[in-house]
């Protein structure tokens, strides 16, 4: 009885530390504006108000989002789009980014998203494209289903490109991913705009 006891009580400890651990090195997305950076640090003001500092991570990976073309969605792009739901209950994206071939299958699949409340985050191939007068409309192909997501005129059309640190300058608009390592808090990642310019997703 005492032995089943023990291992009982070893495995809720095991069970404990991976939940601890896993909520370490989950990552948070932190959108804001840099308030000063240097070889070590970044500090962002982040949409709430809010003052974080955070120290960069080993091998920390800069990616510049910048505008494209509309017309850069194209059938068997593979594309992501945070959107909302409208009132009928579809989807009207928000922004539209389209990956690089390179990056095709990065994070494929229809998720929530923190964006704003209720949005969600579609990852997946343009698989047919209907235009409209003010918008057009994407069916979008994942491993596990698809979605019909309307794209509104107008609104921010965008891709990334590898960068650098010399993008991080202070008034920069960026989405930090944020990691807790070691009980400090680290900038995993960083996507930035250029010139002011905000990264819409």
């Known amino acids: 009885m005492q032995r089943t006891f023990q291992k009982l009580m070893t495995g809720m400890a095991i069970a404990v530390a991976l939940v601890v651990s896993h909520a ?9 504006t840099i308030e000063r950076v240097d070889a070590k640090t970044v500090v962002v003001k982040a949409r709430d108000g809010s003052v974080v500092p955070l120290a960069f991570a080993d091998g920390v990976r800069v990616d510049e989002v910048l505008p494209v073309d509309p017309g850069a969605i194209q059938e068997g792009t593979f594309v992501g789009t945070t959107a909302v739901p409208r009132g009928d209950g579809s989807l009207s994206a928000v922004e539209v980014h ?41 069916t979008l192909r994942y491993k596990d289903g698809e979605q019909t ?10 891709t990334m490109k590898p960068g650098n640190r010399s993008l991080l300058v202070p008034g920069a608009k960026v989405i930090v991913f944020e990691q807790v390592v070691n009980g400090q808090p ?16």
């Not at 997501?149 to 965008?158: E, Q």
């Open 24 to 32: 370490a090195n989950a990552q948070v997305r932190l959108r804001g």
């Open 98 to 138: 389209v990956f690089p071939e390179s990056a095709r299958g990065t994070g494929e699949g229809h998720r929530p998203w923190d964006l704003q409340p209720n949005s969600t985050m579609t990852n997946a191939t343009v698989e047919k494209i209907t235009p409209g007068s003010n918008d057009r409309t994407l």
């Open 149 to 158: 997501i309307r794209v509104p005129n107008g609104v921010p059309i965008v």
């Open 186 to 201: 680290v900038a995993a990642r960083i996507l930035v705009g250029r010139d002011g310019f905000e990264p819409p997703m």
